[in-house]
């Protein structure tokens, strides 16, 4: 007797049971895992204790490596080349010490100092609009200043923790400032020779799928990190030259702001305005008014301008998809897990696609 299947073929019922047994077994093995806590806790703290280190250097490589293959192709040996980018982005790095981060750390911190009084001038604001017929009856019991104090007091308190648990957080630091380097040292120099190995160790009957898999994932992180710090960078800039044409105060800073938050799709664009808003709604309505105009233009060039040459169609998702990998990234792992949700997500669909490739082949 056979048992038709979802895509028309049809499935003995012994390999149908066989399937099922197997699915069984391996949420029987999870489930016994999750009960094995003592053995679980160690391997999980030394996993969120390397994940960052790791995530930061496989971004930095598929950053840097087409400078180092441009370097190799003018005759520089792996590590001679390595070593000249190393020297370059340390250059960099003095240069913005020098020429952007004062800018950047006065604006921080005039920013902090000023928090009381940007919250009392939005409240100011809240009250002037509710003097208007078309608008008092929505926001005249809206008391900013109270929230906004809650907010700075659940501040303050986080803070608190974290600097309690500051020998924490200063070794998780040295760890990263320690270990990326090497790293990222051995990933540019062995390049893809640790993929090669990976496909080795497989059956040769899947070597050869392992091998596209390998190649359209590697594609794809690499214009993925490419195309998001380009798209990141020209959003800043775009950002930043409208609120400097606009006189907004803290420019540079809400400008960074902006563009690291949009490395996250889609929700990092929308978080990143929220305060760019509130910082000109204390001046007037007409500012923020402004700044969202100033925003949504900048997003318009970069979504529909700079994204389209950058990714092409490597990554076709769907918005809601997106969305959805990133609030359940966000949930389960934190920032980190944010960051990282759609590469990871494009990487799984890879293989899955690959393996239903094969099973239908096999089927058919």
């Not at 100092?113 to 509710?130: H, R, T």
């Not at 540019?188 to 050869?208: A, C, F, N, W």
């Not at 040459?309 to 359940?328: A, D, S």
Request: hydrophobic share 55%.
């Amino acid at each position: 007797m056979r048992r038709e299947s979802n895509g028309g073929h049809k499935l003995p019922i012994g390999k149908f049971y066989r399937i099922c047994i197997s699915i069984i077994l391996v949420l029987l093995i999870l489930y016994l895992l999750s009960k094995l806590e003592f053995l679980l806790q160690p391997l999980m703290a030394a996993f969120n204790v390397l994940l960052l280190p790791f995530v930061l250097s496989f971004f930095f490589y598929y950053l840097f490596r087409p400078i180092v293959a441009l370097l190799h192709r003018w005759h520089l040996s792996k590590p001679l080349a390595i070593l000249f980018l190393f020297v370059l982005i340390g250059s960099f790095m003095t240069l913005f010490l020098v020429l952007v981060w004062p800018t950047l750390q006065e604006q921080t911190m005039e920013f902090i100092n000023n928090l009381p009084s940007l919250a009392n001038s939005v409240q100011q604001q809240i009250n002037l609009l509710a003097e208007r017929k078309f608008v008092g009856t929505m926001i005249q019991n809206i008391d900013i200043s109270s929230k906004v104090s809650g907010y700075l007091e659940q501040f303050v308190n986080t803070a608190t923790a974290y600097l309690s648990n500051a020998v924490s957080w200063i070794t998780s630091f040295i760890v990263v400032i320690s270990t990326v380097p090497v790293l990222l040292y051995y990933l540019l120099k062995e390049d893809k020779k640790g993929y090669t190995s990976l496909v080795r160790i497989l059956p040769k009957k899947y070597r050869e799928d392992a091998i596209t898999v390998v190649h359209d994932t590697d594609k794809m992180l690499s214009e993925f990190v490419l195309g998001r710090v380009v798209c990141c960078l020209l959003l800043g800039t775009l950002v930043y030259i409208g609120f400097i044409i606009i006189d907004l105060p803290y420019s540079l800073l809400l400008a960074v702001i902006v563009a690291i938050l949009n490395m996250i799709p889609y929700i990092g664009s929308i978080i990143g305005a929220i305060p760019c808003i509130l910082i000109a709604f204390t001046d007037s309505f007409v500012s923020a008014i402004w700044v969202l105009v100033i925003i949504l233009i900048a997003q318009q060039i970069e979504g529909n301008l700079i994204s389209p040459h950058v990714y092409g169609r490597t990554l076709n998702i769907h918005p809601l998809t997106t969305v959805l990998v990133v609030l359940v990234a966000g949930s389960v792992t934190g920032i980190i897990g944010v960051m990282i949700s759609i590469p990871v997500y494009m990487a799984v669909k890879i293989i899955v696609l690959k393996i239903v490739e094969r099973y239908e082949a096999a089927s058919g």
